[in-house]
């Protein structure tokens, strides 16, 4: 089975012969973002989906979103609920994250991801009482993605009982995103830090970039991917770039969004987006990695197969509240699912039924390290 692997570097005119693709180096990760040959991407997504299947196994956990709060601070140029945009706005009530976390619960689900705008009006004290309550109340995982908080705050979340922090910094490039992200007055925003440091308080860290950012080149895209598996992250969503068109990045003509010429521009399409979860996928084995929801808006029929079949191992259903859902549009079509979780969940589990995939057990977090390092590199 190592076929494929030695495919990918001889492909690259690297030789093969078994090499480990964990060590594909930055030249040959770029040469893959640049490949357009489908005959070739062929053996990308075969040798994706093989580490997947043999590093996390067949089982995609399930992770229930609940958009708890859609105030922001921060003004992401793309971003739908920035805080300068009159919208109307909401933050759910204790109880109603509680009905949502009952849902993933009825529904097995081995997580709830809190997720949120930039909302200080979701104070310390208030998440904290939540995780301990779902923590005491329930058996599953807490994912929080609230995200530039302060290291205090997250210590306190980590202390009653939080498992993960995501927080994605959507590029590594930091001129770019000063670009898309500008700071909060004085504040500079450090996110990678800001994860290092969630990381030695002993949360499984959860970060991401997208693809396609108007003048995100592939040199800059390669870094992304390399800078994954340098920081050592647990989980990993890259999700295509998606505008919301009443922002200035949405308003702008493609031409003036690209800045840099179109042969250099990373386009955010269906297949660049899973070129790169296959690519994690291959530098960083055991990582969880979700299809996103924004790869399966781009391509409403086929984009969360894709992800799912090109190295991704994790699905995140939305369990907001309909009325609040279509409040929270980060981009357009994000809202459009209007599905209740329940409807929702037969659909899922007939993609995953047809795509030979089972949903997973428990937490499902990041797999012992001793295990897979036990394992005898001959068994392929
Ligand atoms: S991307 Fe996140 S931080 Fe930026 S404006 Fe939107 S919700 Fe706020």
């Known amino acids: 089975m190592q076929a494929a692997g030695a495919a ?52 995609v956990h399930l992770r229930g979103l609940i958009e708890m709060s859609s ?23 204790e109880e109603e994250v509680m009905e949502c976390v ?15 705008g930039e909302d200080h009006g979701l104070t310390s004290d208030f998440i904290t009482h939540l995780v301990r309550r779902i923590k005491s109340e329930t058996p599953l995982a807490v994912t929080l993605a609230l995200g530039e908080r302060s290291l205090e705050e997250l210590a306190a979340w980590r202390e009653a009982g939080a498992d993960r922090y995501l927080l994605k910094h959507e590029t590594s490039d930091p001129e770019l995103f000063r670009r898309i992200h500008p700071d909060c007055s004085t504040e500079v925003s ?10 030695e308080m002993g949360y499984e860290a959860g970060s991401g970039v997208m693809v396609g950012i108007p003048g995100q080149t592939y040199e800059s895209l390669a870094d992304d991917i390399m800078l ?29 969004s690209r800045m840099t010429n179109v042969r250099a521009q990373v386009p955010a399409t269906d297949t660049m987006t899973t070129k790169v979860v296959a690519l994690t996928r291959l530098l960083c084995p055991d990582a969880n990695i979700p299809s996103t929801t924004a790869l399966a808006t781009i391509n409403r029929e086929r ?78």
Not at 102 to 116: C, D, F, K, P
Request: proline content about 5%; hydrophobic content about 30%; aromatic content about 8%.
């Open 8 to 59: 990918i570097r001889l492909l690259q005119g690297k030789g093969g012969g078994g090499t480990e693709t964990k060590g594909l180096t930055r030249d040959e990760v770029l040469a893959w973002l640049k490949e357009e040959e489908d005959w070739k991407l062929s053996f990308l997504w075969e040798e994706a989906d093989r580490v997947r299947r043999e590093q996390v196994g067949d089982e």
């Open 71 to 93: 105030f922001c601070r921060r003004d992401c140029h793309y971003c739908g609920i920035r805080g300068s945009r009159k919208i109307e706005r909401y933050r759910m009530s």
């Open 102 to 116: 009952r849902i993933a619960q009825r529904l097995e689900y081995g997580t709830v991801v809190l997720q949120s």
């Open 190 to 199: 450090d996110r990678i830090a800001l994860l290092k440091a969630a990381k």
């Open 228 to 256: 994954f598996r340098d920081l050592d992250l647990e989980m990993i969503g890259c999700g295509p770039f998606v505008p919301h068109p009443d922002t200035p990045l949405g308003q702008m003509t493609n031409d003036e």
């Open 303 to 380: 984009g969360r197969e894709m992800g799912l079949e090109r190295g991704a191992n994790v699905w995140m259903p939305n369990l907001t509240q309909p009325r609040y859902r279509a409040l929270y549009e980060i981009y357009p079509g994000k809202a459009k699912v209007i599905d209740t979780a329940e409807e929702f969940q037969k659909n899922l589990l007939a993609t995953l039924e047809r795509i030979g995939r089972v949903p997973g057990k428990g937490p499902g977090g990041r797999l012992p390290r001793v295990n897979l390092e036990a394992r005898n590199p001959n068994d392929d």
